[in-house]
C-alpha cells in the first residue's frame, strides 16, 4: 500500500511516497522561508502563489525519488484542514485532479492527526498516550485514545510557544523562523540572567505565553529607553532567559497532565518538538514517563505525516469524494 | 471623541457593544502598545458579533477568519509587516469582503487602506484605566454606543 501524500497547510509544499502508513520512500519539502522571511513569518498569499508553483515538481520529485510513476500509486492524500485558506486550496484541488485523472481513492487528512502520526513514522504506538503538540500556530496537550479519538485537555488562551519565540527573535533581530534561531542564540546565553514569568493557569492544562512575550518586549524597551544598547551577550541571555521559561511552561503542564491521567507515555509532536530544552525537561522527569519525538525533518510541516496519518483513514475506509474542500478552521484534532 | 475603560472587563464590553452593532463591510483599525488590551478588544468584539469560537492570536498566519457570527469577522495582525513592501500581498481582499475586519496595528498599512474606516487608538492611563480614541466612518455610532464612557 503506497500512498502519495500532498501537504500545503502553510509555507512548505511537500509530497512524500509512504508504504504501509510507516516506511517513507520518499519526502520532498520545497520551503517559502527565505520568501516570507522578510516579513518576520508568513503572507497567505505569497504562499499561495509559490505552492502553486512548487506543487508540480515537488510531487514529481517524490515519485522520482522512490522511483515510482503514478501508476504505482495506491491512493492520493492531502492535507484538508486546517491552516491557510489559499493555500490548502492549492493542494487539495491539485489531489482531487490526480485522484480524478488516475482514478485512486482520495483522502483529506486532518492537519493534526498528520503531527500526531508522524510518530508512527519512527515509533511502535500504543494507545492511549498523551501528546504535546506544539508549533507556531498551535500548543495543546491531547490525550489520544486511538488513531481517530482525540480529548484536548488543554491550548494556548493566546499565542502559541512558537509564536512566542517568533516575536521575541524578531524584538532580538534574531530572525525568522524565531525557535531554531532562539535556540542557537540561547547556547551562548546565561538563562538564570534573566527571570521571566511563568504564566500561571491554575486548575487547568492550558497555557498563556501573551504575558512572557510582554515582559521579554518591556525588558528589552526599558533597556533601551534607559540609552543602554543591548550587547551581542544580552541578546543571548535574553534568549536563553525566554527560551528556558517557555520551556518550562511546557514541559510543566505536559509532565503534570501525563501525571495526573496515569499516562507513561508523552509524545511531543509539531516544530517546536525540535527544540533540545524541552526535550531535555521532559525527559528530566522522576516519573519514568517514557518521552517520544518524531525525528526533526518530521517535526516541521511535511507530507510524510500526512502519508502515515492517510493509511490510518485507509485502514477505517475514509475517503473523500470530489466534493472534498479546504477547510480552513477544521476543528482542532476532531475530524 | 474619548472613551475610558477601568478595567480589561470594561473594555471587553464596549467592544461587544461595537461587534453587536456594526454592519457589514466595517473596517477596524486599533493601534496601541503591547500590552494595551487589544486582544481583549478584538476578543469583545468577535462576542458581540456572535462568534463563539476561541479568538486566538492572527500573528502567526497573519490573519484569522470566523464565520460563525453574524457577520464574517476577519482580524488581522499587521506587526511584523512594518518596514515591508506591502502593496502586492492581497491584503485588501480582506476588506473588501462583506463582513467585519479588524487591524491590529492597522497604522502599518497607510499605504493600501482604503479611504473609509475607523480608527481606534488605545492608550494607558495607568496600569488598569485605559483611554481610547475613535476618529473615521462610525465615530458617530461609537458615541452612541459608548456614551456612558465619554471621556472628558
Known amino acids: 500500500m503506497r500512498i502519495l501524500a500532498i501537504e500545503s497547510s502553510c509555507d512548505e509544499t511537500a509530497a512524500a511516497i509512504v508504504r504501509d502508513g510507516k516506511e517513507v520512500l520518499s519526502n520532498i519539502i520545497a520551503t517559502q522561508i527565505p520568501v516570507h522571511q522578510i516579513y518576520g513569518g508568513v503572507v497567505p498569499e505569497i504562499a499561495s502563489r509559490c505552492h502553486l508553483q512548487n506543487i508540480a515538481p515537488t510531487v514529481e520529485q517524490a515519485l522520482q525519488q522512490a522511483n515510482m510513476t503514478f501508476d504505482d500509486v495506491d491512493a492520493i492524500a492531502v492535507t484538508a484542514g486546517p491552516g491557510l485558506v489559499g493555500a490548502l486550496l492549492v493542494g487539495v484541488s491539485y489531489a482531487k485532479a490526480l485522484a480524478y485523472a488516475l482514478q485512486k481513492p482520495l483522502i483529506g487528512v486532518h492537519h493534526w492527526q498528520g503531527h500526531l502520526c508522524a510518530l508512527q513514522l519512527e515509533h511502535d504506538i500504543e494507545y492511549p498516550y498523551l501528546a504535546l503538540v506544539a508549533s507556531g500556530s498551535h500548543s495543546g496537550i491531547v490525550e489520544v485514545l486511538s488513531d481517530n479519538d482525540f480529548r484536548l485537555l488543554g491550548a494556548s488562551l493566546d499565542d502559541a510557544a512558537g509564536e512566542a519565540f517568533d516575536k521575541i527573535s524578531r524584538a532580538l533581530g534574531l530572525g525568522y523562523p524565531g525557535g531554531p534561531a532562539i535556540q542557537k542564540a540561547a547556547l551562548l546565553g546565561d538563562a538564570a540572567k534573566i527571570s521571566f514569568p511563568i504564566a500561571k493557569t491554575h486548575d487547568t492544562y492550558d497555557f498563556s505565553f501573551s504575558g512572557l512575550k510582554s515582559a521579554v518586549l518591556n525588558h528589552i524597551n526599558q533597556r533601551r529607553m534607559r540609552g543602554e544598547e543591548l550587547t551581542e551577550q544580552d541578546k543571548y541571555d535574553l534568549a536563553a532567559s525566554a527560551q528556558e521559561a517557555i520551556c518550562t511552561a511546557l514541559a510543566e503542564k505536559t509532565l503534570l497532565a501525563a501525571q495526573t491521567k496515569g499516562y507513561s507515555v508523552i509524545g511531543v509532536v509539531g516544530g517546536v518538538a525540535a527544540n533540545q530544552l524541552l526535550r531535555q525537561k521532559l525527559a528530566d522527569n522522576k516519573n519514568g514517563i517514557r518521552v517520544i519525538y518524531p525525528s526533526p525533518i518530521f517535526c516541521t510541516d511535511n507530507a510524510a505525516m500526512i502519508g502515515a496519518a492517510a493509511y490510518n483513514y485507509y485502514q477505517r475506509g475514509e475517503f473523500a469524494d470530489m466534493s472534498l474542500n479546504a477547510d480552513p478552521r477544521k476543528p482542532i484534532y476532531f475530524v | ?152
Open chain 2, 1 to 152: 471623541m474619548q472613551y475610558l475603560t477601568i478595567s480589561a472587563d470594561e473594555t471587553m464590553e464596549i467592544a461587544q457593544k461595537l461587534g453587536e452593532a456594526l454592519p457589514a463591510d466595517s473596517l477596524l483599525i486599533l493601534n496601541g502598545d503591547l500590552g494595551m488590551g487589544k486582544t481583549v478588544f478584538a476578543k469583545g468584539l468577535a462576542a458581540g458579533l456572535g462568534i463563539t469560537e476561541r479568538i486566538t492570536s492572527p500573528t502567526f498566519l497573519l490573519v484569522q477568519e470566523y464565520d460563525g457570527g453574524r457577520l464574517p469577522f476577519c482580524h488581522m495582525d499587521a506587526y511584523r509587516l512594518e518596514d515591508c513592501p506591502v502593496a502586492d500581498l492581497g491584503l485588501d481582499d480582506y476588506w473588501s469582503s462583506r463582513g467585519v475586519c479588524l487591524i491590529e496595528w492597522g497604522e502599518l498599512l497607510s499605504e493600501i487602506l482604503p479611504e473609509s474606516y475607523t480608527k481606534i487608538e488605545i492608550a494607558r492611563l495607568d496600569d488598569e484605566h485605559r483611554v481610547f480614541t475613535v476618529s473615521g466612518e462610525h465615530e458617530a455610532l461609537i458615541a452612541e454606543l459608548w456614551k456612558d464612557f465619554e471621556y472628558k
